[in-house]
């Protein structure tokens, strides 16, 4: 490998601090080298930050790579709002994920895998053993606790009945296309709970409709649950809310709205708020609607706010959302009157950094979130939801204080196909020197309406952007035209253009960057991930500036790619017609119409089952390349793998091939002398 391996003493060192999370003025004065992939390997992520309803607690996800067992451990954590040292309440080798605190704050549910299918489990916050909530045969999705603490409610699919055993033992279990990806159908079930136990549950969904989420009214009775025709992604669009006024009772549609919503809240006097476009297809700002249960159009309450809306919580007189801006994350806050919007948003939180996955207590008094930056790791934070003071109360990656990182920033630019000012986040080699030209590497997000943040990037996938940046590459995140935070308008602008002027906002990119000095236009690699990939196909068949490759998941035949993805409405909204309707624009639009340009250097890796963009994708554009004979290409296939690689070793032989084709084909000065 060409990577640098962690010394014994250092991974000794990793070892130990990941088993305690305390304060970086602990660890002292400590040498910086730069990042490795082993570095990259053990970093734990945190999630599900869950305040309890008095503000006092806040529980929450961490998230480790278990190489020995070859998979991912997930344990639930406990930190006071006060501050002190953070509790680690399970130790299970496996995942423990989504804790949702008791109405009365007195414990903690969460969902595990440490039976055959997933089941709800309970901790107190001051540890001890857990105990199993839930018994279902299929396994446990979603789960909430009704207010009251005395039901909980969860998504599942059904007990196979005796017919239905018997059935599958005579014919086998054959695969209907059209429910592939999601062969059972989700329902609501609701229980009654004995000593925070779950009793025998009822059903409390229809048949006919599949169950994707759902909330409790405050009164512990009447739930909403969003729901599909179907378990087939496909049908999105057309899900819509339901009301059901008591378990069992007869569910009710209180949304019609065309594009597909789902409920976020429901509070004593905002009543019930869902989200959705009010669009069927698009690139639409997704908005909060108030959902008159009497009847009644739904009233939106983000119109002034021009970005996709999350819901964080409400008083009488403010609505919390929070949502994305350029390059960054916020709250913002909503006046209401009489339960509709009474002014603009105004920004509660500073810009310092990227805020993301709020919890509010009860009262509103406190939120806490998950905050990071450019040298700043993933953590948990809390600050009062009126007086935004963000005070850190985790740090989850001490070990990090040894690695030094390149020096991140957000720069901007002119598309030379029409002068829209288009951003992105540009990751300077460690050591870097003002007027030094070095390697420049794109990492292109996928989407196309994902985002490339200023954020802690380490890595962006398979893509190691602190391992580039210390050997030497910068490296740049462009946001490209369709990319999300930058408002409605720009989101939408490569609808019926993309392999359009959203390439020439990449490309344009590179040549701001060699115009001021930091590229070095005979050293540029290329890589991307879904979307990204598709950009990097398409890249390669239009220049030969690129010196490498790789591209991850890419699509590059649009036509077959329409009826192998899991979402061909993709390209409804992207394109307009379908491919029958119009063979030649789809053609266009292929990088595999070009293939016989490419003479880039091309590592290809895909998930074994990928089912949003096909393994035959990539086998098909590598067979081509390697046939045609002007390129080196590289196909990896990794096994039982979906759209995103997910096991610890495969992770780490993603990205260790990606450092040794770019270190192959694009050298680095180790000095980085100063040249023109």
Known sequence: MLTRLVSP???AMAVAVLCWLGSPASLGAVQQNPMTVEDVLTIR???GVTISPDGRWVAYVVTARDFDENRNNSDIWVVAVDGGEPRRLTHHDGTDTSPDWSGDGTWIAFRSDREEHSQVYGIRPDGGEAWQVTDWETGVGGFAIAPDGNSIGFVASAKKSDDDEELEELRGRPIVWDSSYAEDWSRLWVAPMRDNRALESEQSSPDTLNVTGFVWAPDSKALAF????????????????FVVDEPG??????????????????HETMGLLVSGTAHELGTYNSKLWRVPLDGGDPVSLTDGLDEHAGYVGATARTLYVAARHRTGGRLYEIPLRNGIANGAPSVVSDDALYYTGFSASDDM???????TGPADPHDVYVSPANDFRPRKLTTVNPQLAEVALGEQRVVDWRSSADGEEIEGVLTLPVGYRTGTRVPLLLVIHGGPSGISSNTFAATRGAYPIQVFAGMGYAVLQPNYRGSTGYGERFRGLNRGDISGKDWIDIDSGVDELISEGIADPDRLGIMGWSFGGHHTYWGITQTDRYAAASAGAGANDLISMYSQTDLPEFYHTYLGPKPWEDFELYEERSAYRYVERVVTPLLIQVGERDERVPAEQSIQFFEAVRAIGKAPTKLILYPGQPHGVRQPRLVRDLMSRNVEWFTRWIPTAGDMSSGG
């Not at 009772?249 to 429901?266: F, H, I, L, N, Q």
């Not at 008094?365 to 905050?371: D, K, P, Q």
């Open 226 to 241: 969003g729901a599909r025709p179907s378990p087939v992604l496909r049908t999105y669009p057309h899900g819509a809310v």
């Open 45 to 47: 992520t945190v999630s």
């Open 249 to 266: 009772g007869e569910a009710r549609k209180v949304t019609t709205m065309p594009g597909g919503e789902s409920p976020v809240a429901w």
């Open 9 to 11: 003493r250092r991974a």
């Open 365 to 371: 008094s406190t939120v806490a979130f998950i905050a």
